[in-house]
């Protein structure tokens, strides 16, 4: 396991470095264009010449990959075009947004949509498993937008129980995340529900549940003890890649709703070509991708005795490949002497 971990890490770490590599190449290769988005479109060349230099733009580009990662490494992501301030006290309290707007999601959507598909897939072709069905596919066909109007109109215009807005405006006010959750909740429940469903139906047609049930054990332990963990490996990670989607995937829920979360600072960043921000932004975003992707390697090899035994004799044959390659080592090496020395007697 600490061999998988480690083997992990190192291909994140491999990953975001190519990811950094690519995005300094798009965005900082052409330092005129960059001067031009930094200081706008009616500064003069000698503005733009200074501004080049000032910033160290005028060295080889190796040099100024080097610097640039390094200042990553510490935090410091350079100054906002748009709000002239540091790109790190505008981006964290955004994140921290998304976070509250995530974990309430998540709170809602594990256990209605991991209930809903087990419950479905454990009677397949029922009444139940068909009106769940149907449900989960009609919430997830209707896009975001879709439902941002339709449950504005009905929440706000109509009943008027609920702001329009999510500004937070006044401090943090709780009725202002029900509008977002909601609508992220309708959209992603549903597909969740399905691979939820899909994975249960199929573990409940394994023989060792079959025979589980043929030899007269109560359904509700066959169900807990046999079929549920297996059946939940491949919702899990589902729902890890849910948590890349309510990072960045959220923007016209935010924009809808003029919440002050980080996929409206990416929007607003790309539309107004905020090229620290945009930058750092998409540092954060790969970070958390390939974060919650190595979580998810490690949890499925945790569930899955399969891929753990597999993982396991694999990492003792390796083991036994290097001792029987010293053994031979340690045998010809004492061959050698033994040759030595008779020639040398004789």
């Given amino acids: ?104 999601v998540f709170f809602f959507l594990v256990p209605v949509s991991l209930v809903l598909g087990i419950l479905s897939g454990m009677r397949e072709g029922s009444k139940l498993d068909r009106s769940i069905s149907v449900i989960s596919i009609l919430t997830t066909s209707v896009p ?7 449950f504005s109109g009905l929440f706000v215009f109509t009943l008027q129980w609920l702001p329009g807005t999510s500004s937070m405006f006044d401090g943090f006010d709780w009725k202002q995340l029900i509008l977002p959750v909601l609508v992220l909740l309708v959209y992603d429940f549903g597909y969740v529900t399905r691979m939820t469903r899909a994975s249960m139906a199929e573990v409940m047609t394994t023989h060792y549940v079959r025979t589980a049930v043929l030899k007269g054990l109560p359904y509700r332990q066959v169900i807990l003890k046999h079929a549920l963990r297996n059946a939940l490996i491949a919702p899990f990670t589902v729902l890890m890649l849910q948590i890349n989607w309510l990072l960045s995937g959220v923007i016209v829920v935010e924009f809808f709703y003029a919440y002050k979360g980080f996929g409206a600072l990416l929007l607003q960043a790309a539309l107004r070509q905020d090229v620290f921000l945009i930058e750092a932004c998409t540092m954060v975003a790969v970070f958390v991708v390939v974060l919650t992707q190595m979580l998810s390697d490690i949890a499925y090899t945790l569930l899955n005795p399969r891929i753990r035994f597999w993982f396991a004799r694999a990492f003792g044959r390796m083991i036994h490949y290097d001792s029987c390659w010293t053994n031979n080592i340690n045998s010809i090496w004492t061959t050698v002497l033994q040759v030595r020395r008779t020639h040398s007697r004789k």
Wanted: hydrophobic share 60%; aromatic share 16%; proline share 3%.
């Fill in 144 to 150: 975001e937008f879709a439902s941002t109007v339709f």
């Fill in 1 to 104: 396991m600490a061999l998988l971990i480690l083997k992990r890490f190192v291909l994140m770490l491999f990953t975001m470095l190519a990811v950094s590599i690519i995005l300094f190449l798009l965005l900082e290769i052409n330092i005129e264009s960059l001067a031009v988005k930094v200081l706008g479109a009616y500064s003069t060349e000698s503005q733009r010449a200074l501004w080049l230099e000032a910033h160290g733009y005028n060295e080889p580009v190796v040099i100024r990959y080097v610097k640039w990662l390094g200042n990553f490494l510490v935090g410091d992501f350079g100054t906002s075009t748009i709000y002239k301030i540091p790109v790190a006290e505008v981006l964290w309290p955004r994140l921290w947004n998304t976070s509250i707007l995530a974990f309430w």
